[in-house]
């Protein structure tokens, strides 16, 4: 399992018909958290969209074991988990 933060209006119902922008980046040992982009507040959350931040692995987020998952001949690990993600919200 790769871990992700949805983010979206507290009222939302996330019933499969939400578009959805789905980030991750996975590398440099960089770590992604949950946090307000402004323009994404007026211009897509508002509206209905969902935005989703996945925690792939080549970032920082769980350690040095973490990034080097996805290191060189594994790097394909950080395109695979992102690909997880996005069928894990379509499910």
């Known amino acids: 399992e790769i871990p992700y933060f949805i983010i979206k209006n507290k009222d939302l119902k996330l019933d499969g018909k939400n578009p959805t922008l789905?980030?991750?980046?996975?590398g440099f040992e960089v770590s992604l958290g949950p946090?307000?982009?402004?323009t994404a507040g007026l211009a897509w959350l508002e509206r209905?969209?969902?935005?989703?931040?996945a925690n792939i692995r080549g970032?920082?987020?769980f350690g040095p074991s973490w990034h080097q998952a996805a290191l060189k001949a594994n790097r394909n690990?950080?395109?695979e988990d992102f690909i997880a993600?996005?069928?894990h919200l379509i499910e």
Request: proline share 0%.
């Open 35 to 38: 946090h307000y982009i402004a």
């Open 77 to 79: 690990k950080a395109y």
């Open 85 to 87: 993600v996005g069928e």
């Open 48 to 53: 209905g969209g969902v935005y989703v931040e």
């Open 22 to 26: 789905l980030y991750g980046y996975g």
């Open 59 to 61: 970032g920082g987020e």
